[in-house]
């Protein structure tokens, strides 16, 4: 079955825009537009996460922010001890 496919108007100069990067990266125009989707909903979430992060006391924000708690420790040993039939 082949994707379905719409139109959208926009003006020429953001036409122009994502004609220009998709040449740059040799991409089509839907994937410059997914791309910027992606990031923009990236950014969205991680600015959420920080004011949530603001609200907290500021002695749970301390604590939070002195033990690492969030942060990834990609030279944790432990890291490698989880097996693909673990469950997250």
Known sequence: MPAEHTSIKVPRHVRDRL?????????????????????????????????EHALLPPAERAAYESNDAGKDDLADPG???VGEEDAW
């Open 19 to 51: 004609a220009e990067r998709a040449r740059r990266e040799h991409a089509t125009l839907a994937a410059v537009i997914s791309r910027a989707l992606d990031e923009a909903d990236e950014r969205d979430f991680w600015s959420k996460i920080q004011a």
């Open 79 to 81: 890291d490698q001890a």
